[in-house]
């Protein structure tokens, strides 16, 4: 599976943004968006199964929101009032199999190239 991540940028605090991540292959399981920030570790951010089932990090939870289109084979992170502690690449990641927990990157067997997030003061 080769994922496609896009629709990072710069932007201000309060501005949204909306990033995509496109899937090569149908069936995958989950998708899931993680971010790494200068100088810090990879965290979670946000995944969302074939059925729709969701889980967000609560620094995102009630900004954020995660979609995706199983016909598009496209996953979807709309970020509302961002702020500047939410800078960093955002990685796209999918499993295509069943596996439980969801928010920790270690049940993800494929990797996106990351888009940079920058939110300015």
């Known amino acids: 599976v080769q994922l496609q991540a896009s629709g990072g940028g710069e932007v201000q605090a309060g501005d949204s943004l909306r990033l995509s991540c496109a899937a090569s292959t149908s069936g995958v399981y989950v998708m899931g968006w993680f971010r790494q920030a200068p100088g810090k570790e990879r965290e979670f951010v946000a995944a969302v199964t074939s059925g729709g089932t969701t889980d967000l990090s609560d620094s995102v939870e009630g900004r954020f929101t995660i979609s995706r289109d199983n016909r598009r084979n496209t996953m979807y992170l709309q970020m509302n009032n961002l702020k500047p502690e939410d800078t960093g690449v955002y990685y796209c990641?999918?499993?295509?199999?069943?596996?439980?927990?969801?928010?920790?990157?270690?049940?993800?067997?494929?990797w996106g190239q990351g888009t940079l997030v920058t939110v300015s003061s």
């Open positions: 990641a999918a499993r295509r199999n069943y596996g439980s927990g969801i928010s920790f990157a270690k049940i993800y067997t494929y």
